[in-house]
């Protein structure tokens, strides 16, 4: 069974570091790219960061830029997010998710047409004094 | 930054209804790199289409996606109750893989 599941949630006061991590199971996590999104209480969907099979590429959203760090171990099936300089607005459910790029044979193809749509269940970071 | 906009934000329709959402870009979004997303409260979202029309695996036929550029549509032709729900446009045709604000379907 395809699976990803993230821990690590809690809470935080303001200014304050978390590291956020997803344990990914029934696939090749090593040919997937991997993204976080994030959705505050009450709210939309927010697209948090982006991180390409090999690592090599790497995007973030403009509201966490300086402040968030994605990386991945392809040995042990995991994606990070650490998370520093906390803000009350970065409380929200974080979620991880495949794609949408998929790499084999040293060929990298974008779209989910190649890739696959998998999300975790999410885990909770609440940032408060 | 691709800035996507989603009409109306919510839809109030009866079972059996025809549900029209739309979803409009800032610019055009290449090779129409548009995903069409269904969440449920307290669930992930799902993802119903990708690259605009093209359906993912398990999406019924009642429900299609259209468009290219920067005007999108998901079409639901017939209301079914699973499926009132907040819908979400994203797209990933860019450095920044921004998400529209939602359209909520709700129960009339």
């Known amino acids: 069974e395809v699976q990803l599941v993230e821990s690590g949630g809690g809470l935080v006061q303001p200014g304050g570091s978390l590291r956020v991590s997803c344990a990914a199971s029934?696939?090749?996590?090593?040919?997937?790219?991997m993204k976080w999104v994030r959705q505050g209480p009450g709210k939309g969907l927010e697209w948090v960061s982006y991180?390409?099979?090999?690592?090599?590429?790497?995007y973030y959203a403009d509201s966490v830029k300086g402040r968030f760090t994605i990386s991945r171990d392809n040995a042990k099936n995991s994606l990070y997010l650490q998370m520093n300089s906390l803000r009350v607005e970065d409380t929200a459910v974080y979620y991880c998710?495949?794609?949408?790029?998929?790499?084999?044979?040293?060929?990298?193809?974008?779209?989910?047409?190649?890739?696959?749509?998998?999300w975790g269940q999410g885990t909770t970071v609440t940032v408060s004094s | 930054e691709i800035v996507l906009t989603q009409s109306p934000g919510t839809l109030s329709l009866s079972p059996g209804e025809r549900a029209t959402l739309s979803c409009r870009a800032s610019?055009?979004?290449?090779?129409?790199?548009l995903a069409w997303y269904q969440q449920k409260p307290g669930q992930a979202p799902r993802l119903l289409f990708y690259?605009?029309?093209s359906r993912a695996t398990g999406t019924p036929d009642r429900f299609s996606g259209s468009g290219s550029g920067t005007d999108f549509t998901l079409t639901i032709s017939r209301l079914e109750p699973e499926d009132f729900a907040v819908y979400y446009c994203?797209?990933?045709?860019?450095?920044?893989?921004?998400f529209g604000p939602g359209t909520k379907v709700d129960i009339k």
């Open positions: 998710a495949v794609g949408p790029e998929y790499c084999s044979g040293g060929n990298c193809y974008w779209g989910y047409y190649y890739s696959m749509d998998v």
């Open positions: 029934g696939f090749i996590f090593r040919d997937y790219s």
């Open positions: 991180i390409s099979s090999s690592s090599s590429t790497i």
């Open positions: 610019q055009s979004i290449s090779s129409s790199y």
């Open positions: 690259d605009a029309s």
């Open positions: 994203q797209q990933y045709g860019s450095t920044l893989f921004t």
